[in-house]
């Protein structure tokens, strides 16, 4: 896999705080969650659970030692079995603000379940556009992470702070969840078998990616991004589509997009200088663009102070 591309997928979310909790919770019990705008972190202790989702065909079961990570913050339903009733996860955790840390009971006559989870909150604007790809939940078996000393030991440690009590345990709890979501994340794409994490480990497409994530101001056109890619036009676009899920001109658009919606919110540049930063010779070309990929114009995104683009 690409490494270089990897960093740049994952550099600039810009974490800026963490939400965690430690759940203690005997059969029968279920939660729901509905979306939130932040990642989300599953670890299990001890016992097992299910996850259900509307994109999921079935429920996956989680056991001991399994994680689980939502990096869209995907709505879903965790209990200890498929079909259990559910209570809201604002009625259980009403506040779950950055920095925060709770601890979790439900009490029950069947088998305990416990598990570590962690709300990680980033700058969505800022996540790469094969980021926002990504599948709503990847999870990682037991066996995948104890072949990963670091994670597995990250984890381990978050398991004994929360046990120990010792001074500074919850800052240590949120640098250590910060920790666990890059590591996660970088099992996730390198060995995980999903389409769109195969296009980090395939050779020419991983270059393309590459080269849009951080050249994306070049006048690329197909041909020349299959050229970076060593890959016929033909081929090229048919490989792309398959593993990243839209067309390569389409992603370069929505990279274009991303890094002008960025400097809208953070510069003083005029309009012209932004549409020339990010690849558009043309500002009527730039100002079109903008505003099919956000619903907005670039003047109005810029007034609003930044609001979160409509999805694409």
Not at 22 to 35: D, K
Not at 79 to 87: E, L, Q
Not at 131 to 156: C, F, H, I, M, N
Not at 166 to 177: D, K
Request: charged share 20%.
């Amino acid at each position: 896999m690409n490494e270089d591309l990897l960093s740049e997928l994952l550099t600039p979310l810009r974490l800026h705080g963490v939400f965690h909790s430690r759940w203690s919770a005997r059969a029968p019990w279920g939660i729901a969650g509905e979306r939130e705008h932040c990642a989300l972190l599953h670890y299990v202790q001890e016992g097992e659970c299910t996850v259900e989702m509307p994109e999921l065909p079935e429920p996956v079961r989680l056991r001991a030692g399994d994680l689980a990570v939502f990096p869209h913050g995907a709505a879903h339903r965790l209990a200890d079995r498929p079909g259990s009733a559910t209570v809201p996860l604002a009625a259980v955790l009403p506040q779950r603000e950055p920095g925060g840390a709770r601890t979790v009971e439900i009490d029950g006559p069947g088998a305990a379940t416990t598990m570590l989870c962690g709300g990680l909150h980033y700058d969505g604007a800022a996540a790469a556009p094969l980021y926002q790809a990504l599948p709503p939940v990847l999870v990682l078996d037991r066996k995948l992470l104890e072949s990963q000393p670091l994670l597995s030991g990250t984890l381990d440690l978050l398991a004994a702070e929360w046990q120990g009590g010792e001074p500074g345990g919850v800052l240590v709890a949120l640098r250590a969840f910060e920790l666990v979501f890059v590591l996660a994340l970088r099992v996730a794409l390198r060995d995980l078998d999903k389409p769109v994490l195969h296009a980090l480990r395939h050779p020419g497409i991983s270059r393309a990616l590459l080269a849009v994530q951080t050249r994306f101001a070049e006048p690329w056109t197909l041909a020349s991004l299959a050229g970076e890619a060593g890959l016929s036009r033909s081929a090229f676009a048919a490989s792309f589509r398959e593993l990243v899920g839209e067309a390569p001109m389409r992603h370069l658009m929505a990279r274009r997009m991303q890094e002008a919606s960025r400097l809208l919110k953070e510069s003083a540049l005029p309009q012209s200088r932004i549409a020339e930063r990010v690849g558009y010779r043309s500002e009527v070309g730039f100002h079109l663009a903008f505003r099919q990929w956000c619903g907005q114009t670039p003047g109005e995104y810029r007034r609003s102070g930044g609001a979160r683009p409509v999805a694409r």
